[in-house]
Protein backbone atom coordinates (compact mmCIF):
# COMPACT_ATOMS: atom_id res chain seq x y z
CA UNK A 1 0.00 0.00 0.00
CA UNK A 2 1.18 3.52 -0.98
CA UNK A 3 0.67 6.45 0.93
CA UNK A 4 -0.28 8.89 -1.91
CA UNK A 5 0.71 13.08 -1.09
CA UNK A 6 -1.18 15.60 -3.28
CA UNK A 7 1.06 18.23 -2.33
CA UNK A 8 1.16 21.39 -5.40
CA UNK A 9 2.14 24.25 -3.73
CA UNK A 10 0.23 23.74 -0.70
CA UNK A 11 -3.11 23.10 -2.47
CA UNK A 12 -5.41 19.53 -2.27
CA UNK A 13 -7.99 17.87 -3.86
CA UNK A 14 -10.81 17.74 -2.16
CA UNK A 15 -14.68 15.37 -2.91
CA UNK A 16 -17.51 17.39 -2.72
CA UNK A 17 -19.12 14.46 -1.85
CA UNK A 18 -18.38 14.60 2.13
CA UNK A 19 -18.03 17.61 4.22
CA UNK A 20 -14.19 18.46 4.37
CA UNK A 21 -12.77 21.30 6.86
CA UNK A 22 -9.40 22.24 8.72
CA UNK A 23 -10.47 19.64 11.05
CA UNK A 24 -10.84 16.48 8.99
CA UNK A 25 -8.57 14.00 8.08
CA UNK A 26 -10.00 12.24 4.69
CA UNK A 27 -8.87 8.52 4.46
CA UNK A 28 -9.19 7.05 0.53
CA UNK A 29 -7.73 3.93 -0.54
CA UNK A 30 -8.27 1.30 -3.71
CA UNK A 31 -8.54 -1.96 -3.51
CA UNK A 32 -7.54 -4.29 -6.33
CA UNK A 33 -7.84 -7.95 -4.77
CA UNK A 34 -10.80 -8.50 -2.82
CA UNK A 35 -13.75 -6.49 -4.60
CA UNK A 36 -15.56 -9.09 -1.83
CA UNK A 37 -15.22 -6.30 0.64
CA UNK A 38 -17.41 -3.94 -1.59
CA UNK A 39 -20.92 -2.75 0.36
CA UNK A 40 -19.35 -4.22 3.62
CA UNK A 41 -19.06 -1.20 5.13
CA UNK A 42 -18.56 -3.02 9.08
CA UNK A 43 -14.51 -4.89 6.88
CA UNK A 44 -14.19 -2.06 5.34
CA UNK A 45 -14.04 0.59 8.56
CA UNK A 46 -12.61 -1.95 11.00
CA UNK A 47 -8.84 -0.60 10.31
CA UNK A 48 -10.14 2.70 11.23
CA UNK A 49 -11.89 1.21 14.47
CA UNK A 50 -9.24 -0.78 15.48
CA UNK A 51 -6.48 2.07 14.93
CA UNK A 52 -8.88 4.84 17.10
CA UNK A 53 -9.11 2.60 19.55
CA UNK A 54 -5.48 2.23 20.05
CA UNK A 55 -5.02 5.74 20.16
CA UNK A 56 -7.34 6.03 23.08
CA UNK A 57 -10.70 6.59 21.32
CA UNK A 58 -12.26 2.87 22.35
CA UNK A 59 -16.02 3.98 22.61
CA UNK A 60 -16.24 4.76 18.58
CA UNK A 61 -18.22 2.25 17.10
CA UNK A 62 -19.65 1.31 13.78
CA UNK A 63 -23.46 3.33 13.65
CA UNK A 64 -26.29 2.23 10.89
CA UNK A 65 -24.35 1.42 7.50
CA UNK A 66 -21.89 3.81 6.73
CA UNK A 67 -20.98 5.69 9.91
CA UNK A 68 -18.43 5.60 12.97
CA UNK A 69 -20.04 6.72 15.86
CA UNK A 70 -18.80 8.41 19.13
CA UNK A 71 -21.17 8.57 22.33
CA UNK A 72 -24.07 8.70 19.95
CA UNK A 73 -23.03 11.42 17.53
CA UNK A 74 -21.32 10.92 14.12
CA UNK A 75 -17.55 11.41 13.81
CA UNK A 76 -17.08 9.74 10.20
CA UNK A 77 -19.30 9.10 7.06
CA UNK A 78 -17.79 6.38 4.30
CA UNK A 79 -18.78 5.92 0.81
CA UNK A 80 -17.42 3.30 -1.84
CA UNK A 81 -17.44 2.71 -5.62
CA UNK A 82 -16.84 -0.25 -7.25
CA UNK A 83 -15.00 0.52 -11.11
CA UNK A 84 -12.97 -1.97 -13.22
CA UNK A 85 -12.87 -4.81 -10.52
CA UNK A 86 -11.08 -1.78 -8.25
CA UNK A 87 -12.74 -0.81 -4.60
CA UNK A 88 -12.90 2.76 -4.79
CA UNK A 89 -13.65 4.00 -0.76
CA UNK A 90 -12.73 6.28 1.41
CA UNK A 91 -14.21 7.75 5.11
CA UNK A 92 -13.95 11.14 7.31
CA UNK A 93 -12.62 11.24 10.64
CA UNK A 94 -13.65 14.69 12.60
CA UNK A 95 -10.88 15.55 14.34
CA UNK A 96 -12.39 18.78 15.27
CA UNK A 97 -15.47 20.28 13.79
CA UNK A 98 -16.40 24.38 13.10
CA UNK A 99 -20.02 23.59 13.68
CA UNK A 100 -21.09 27.15 12.55
CA UNK A 101 -19.49 26.66 9.22
CA UNK A 102 -21.18 22.96 8.87
CA UNK A 103 -24.14 24.04 9.22
CA UNK A 104 -24.01 26.22 6.54
CA UNK A 105 -22.85 24.06 4.37
CA UNK A 106 -24.97 20.82 4.97
CA UNK A 107 -28.61 20.40 4.05
CA UNK A 108 -29.48 17.50 4.50
CA UNK A 109 -32.97 15.81 3.94
CA UNK A 110 -35.29 17.99 7.16
CA UNK A 111 -37.18 14.09 7.36
CA UNK A 112 -34.26 12.27 7.32
CA UNK A 113 -32.88 14.07 10.40
CA UNK A 114 -36.25 14.18 12.10
CA UNK A 115 -37.10 10.15 11.45
CA UNK A 116 -33.88 9.67 13.71
CA UNK A 117 -34.76 11.63 16.30
CA UNK A 118 -32.58 14.69 15.29
CA UNK A 119 -33.40 18.20 15.98
CA UNK A 120 -30.46 19.31 14.07
CA UNK A 121 -27.24 18.59 11.96
CA UNK A 122 -24.99 20.25 14.71
CA UNK A 123 -26.70 18.22 17.33
CA UNK A 124 -25.97 14.83 15.26
CA UNK A 125 -22.51 15.36 14.59
CA UNK A 126 -19.68 14.89 17.19
CA UNK A 127 -15.52 15.05 16.88
CA UNK A 128 -12.85 12.88 17.84
CA UNK A 129 -10.54 15.07 19.80
CA UNK A 130 -11.49 14.81 23.23
CA UNK A 131 -12.04 11.04 22.97
CA UNK A 132 -7.88 10.41 22.29
CA UNK A 133 -5.45 9.75 24.91
CA UNK A 134 -3.90 12.06 26.76
CA UNK A 135 -0.68 12.73 24.57
CA UNK A 136 -2.90 13.19 21.88
CA UNK A 137 -5.01 15.30 23.21
CA UNK A 138 -3.25 18.03 21.28
CA UNK A 139 -1.87 16.65 18.11
CA UNK A 140 -2.36 18.92 14.92
CA UNK A 141 -4.47 18.10 11.84
CA UNK A 142 -1.38 16.28 10.02
CA UNK A 143 0.17 14.38 13.17
CA UNK A 144 -3.42 13.09 13.79
CA UNK A 145 -3.57 12.37 9.66
CA UNK A 146 -0.10 10.26 9.88
CA UNK A 147 -0.99 8.40 13.41
CA UNK A 148 -3.76 7.49 11.39
CA UNK A 149 -1.57 5.92 8.51
CA UNK A 150 0.93 4.48 10.87
CA UNK A 151 -1.72 2.97 12.32
CA UNK A 152 -3.32 1.33 9.60
CA UNK A 153 -0.08 0.68 7.41
CA UNK A 154 1.37 -1.15 10.83
CA UNK A 155 4.45 0.90 10.88
CA UNK A 156 6.23 2.84 14.04
CA UNK A 157 7.19 6.20 11.74
CA UNK A 158 5.32 7.85 9.02
CA UNK A 159 8.89 8.13 7.53
CA UNK A 160 8.37 4.52 6.52
CA UNK A 161 5.49 4.42 4.48
CA UNK A 162 5.86 4.02 0.59
CA UNK A 163 5.32 7.28 -1.03
CA UNK A 164 4.07 8.10 -4.48
CA UNK A 165 4.53 11.98 -4.81
CA UNK A 166 2.58 12.99 -7.81
CA UNK A 167 4.83 14.35 -10.37
CA UNK A 168 4.19 18.10 -12.87
CA UNK A 169 2.60 15.21 -14.97
CA UNK A 170 0.39 13.79 -12.90
CA UNK A 171 -1.22 17.18 -11.87
CA UNK A 172 -1.00 18.48 -15.46
CA UNK A 173 -3.68 15.12 -16.09
CA UNK A 174 -5.46 16.37 -13.00
CA UNK A 175 -5.90 19.60 -13.84
CA UNK A 176 -7.06 18.63 -17.95
CA UNK A 177 -9.59 15.91 -15.84
CA UNK A 178 -10.88 18.66 -14.05
CA UNK A 179 -11.22 21.09 -16.45
CA UNK A 180 -12.90 18.98 -18.68
CA UNK A 181 -15.31 16.76 -16.50
CA UNK A 182 -15.77 18.71 -13.01
CA UNK A 183 -15.93 21.95 -13.46
CA UNK A 184 -18.91 22.41 -14.99
CA UNK A 185 -22.55 22.81 -13.80
CA UNK A 186 -24.37 19.84 -14.97
CA UNK A 187 -21.67 17.24 -13.20
CA UNK A 188 -21.81 19.25 -10.01
CA UNK A 189 -25.53 20.25 -10.11
CA UNK A 190 -27.55 18.76 -12.97
CA UNK A 191 -27.14 15.08 -11.67
CA UNK A 192 -29.11 15.97 -8.52
CA UNK A 193 -32.30 13.76 -7.77
CA UNK A 194 -35.90 15.23 -7.42
CA UNK A 195 -36.58 17.04 -4.18
CA UNK A 196 -38.75 18.97 -2.99
CA UNK A 197 -38.81 22.56 -0.37
CA UNK A 198 -41.05 24.97 1.40
CA UNK A 199 -40.00 28.54 2.11
CA UNK A 200 -42.44 31.04 3.26
CA UNK A 201 -41.48 34.76 4.28
CA UNK A 202 -42.44 38.15 5.14
CA UNK A 203 -41.49 40.43 2.63
CA UNK A 204 -42.01 44.21 1.98
CA UNK A 205 -45.25 43.33 -0.07
CA UNK A 206 -46.35 40.56 2.08
CA UNK A 207 -45.95 37.37 2.93
CA UNK A 208 -44.55 34.56 0.25
CA UNK A 209 -44.77 31.29 0.38
CA UNK A 210 -43.21 29.21 -2.37
CA UNK A 211 -42.88 25.73 -2.95
CA UNK A 212 -40.53 24.27 -4.91
CA UNK A 213 -39.87 20.54 -6.54
CA UNK A 214 -36.15 20.67 -8.24
CA UNK A 215 -34.78 17.89 -10.92
CA UNK A 216 -31.42 17.67 -11.69
CA UNK A 217 -31.34 21.20 -10.35
CA UNK A 218 -33.86 23.10 -12.14
CA UNK A 219 -37.36 24.05 -11.55
CA UNK A 220 -39.80 21.02 -12.02
CA UNK A 221 -42.80 22.77 -10.53
CA UNK A 222 -43.78 25.61 -8.30
CA UNK A 223 -46.52 26.47 -6.31
CA UNK A 224 -47.28 30.45 -5.21
CA UNK A 225 -49.21 31.61 -2.40
CA UNK A 226 -48.97 34.63 0.31
CA UNK A 227 -51.07 37.74 1.71
CA UNK A 228 -49.46 39.78 -0.45
CA UNK A 229 -51.40 42.33 -3.03
CA UNK A 230 -50.56 41.84 -6.93
CA UNK A 231 -52.68 42.28 -9.69
CA UNK A 232 -51.43 39.58 -12.04
CA UNK A 233 -52.52 35.91 -12.41
CA UNK A 234 -49.24 33.77 -10.14
CA UNK A 235 -49.45 30.89 -12.36
CA UNK A 236 -47.39 33.24 -14.60
CA UNK A 237 -44.59 33.44 -12.78
CA UNK A 238 -44.87 30.04 -11.60
CA UNK A 239 -44.76 29.11 -15.35
CA UNK A 240 -42.02 30.88 -15.71
CA UNK A 241 -39.56 29.62 -13.52
CA UNK A 242 -40.33 26.33 -14.41
CA UNK A 243 -36.67 24.94 -15.55
CA UNK A 244 -34.62 27.81 -14.71
CA UNK A 245 -31.49 26.68 -12.91
CA UNK A 246 -30.91 26.82 -9.07
CA UNK A 247 -28.46 29.56 -9.72
CA UNK A 248 -28.81 32.80 -8.46
CA UNK A 249 -27.85 34.31 -12.04
CA UNK A 250 -30.18 31.79 -13.46
CA UNK A 251 -33.31 33.12 -11.29
CA UNK A 252 -32.46 37.06 -11.16
CA UNK A 253 -32.46 36.43 -14.87
CA UNK A 254 -35.96 34.95 -14.87
CA UNK A 255 -37.46 37.17 -12.40
CA UNK A 256 -36.28 40.48 -13.92
CA UNK A 257 -38.06 39.82 -16.77
CA UNK A 258 -41.36 39.86 -15.15
CA UNK A 259 -43.08 43.11 -13.55
CA UNK A 260 -42.86 41.92 -10.13
CA UNK A 261 -44.83 44.91 -8.73
CA UNK A 262 -47.68 43.56 -10.87
CA UNK A 263 -47.48 40.21 -9.57
CA UNK A 264 -46.44 40.90 -5.84
CA UNK A 265 -46.85 44.53 -4.94
CA UNK A 266 -43.46 46.36 -3.62
CA UNK A 267 -40.84 43.23 -4.01
CA UNK A 268 -37.43 42.77 -5.61
CA UNK A 269 -35.90 40.12 -7.67
CA UNK A 270 -33.33 39.85 -5.42
CA UNK A 271 -35.57 39.55 -2.47
CA UNK A 272 -36.93 36.58 -4.29
CA UNK A 273 -34.01 34.99 -4.89
CA UNK A 274 -32.54 35.45 -1.97
CA UNK A 275 -35.46 33.56 -0.23
CA UNK A 276 -35.54 31.06 -2.30
CA UNK A 277 -31.96 30.17 -2.29
CA UNK A 278 -31.92 30.58 1.11
Known amino acids: MY ?23 NMCCILEQDTSIYGDFQRFYQPAIQALHN ?9 GRNDLALNGKKVSGAAMTLMNNRIYGGYSLL ?13 P ?10 KSVRARVGHLRESL ?33 LSDEDWAAIDELTAKKYKNWDWNYGRSPRYEYNRSEKLSSGTVDITIAVEHNRI ?7 DF ?9 EAALKGTKMTKEDLSNVLNTLDLTYYFGNITADELVQMIMS
Not at 55 to 63: C, E, F, K, P, W
Not at 96 to 105: E, G, K, Q, R, T
Not at 141 to 163: P, S, W, Y
Not at 231 to 237: A, K, P
Request: one cysteine or more; proline letters at 2%; charged letters at 25%.
Open 3 to 25: LIEPIRNGQYITDGAVYVDSGAV
Open 55 to 63: LGATDVIQS
Open 95 to 107: LDVDYDAMVNVLK
Open 109 to 118: NRKKIESKGI
Open 133 to 165: APQYQHITIEEFKNLMVEQILGIDDINDAKRYI
Open 220 to 226: ADCRIFG
Open 229 to 237: FGQGDITEV
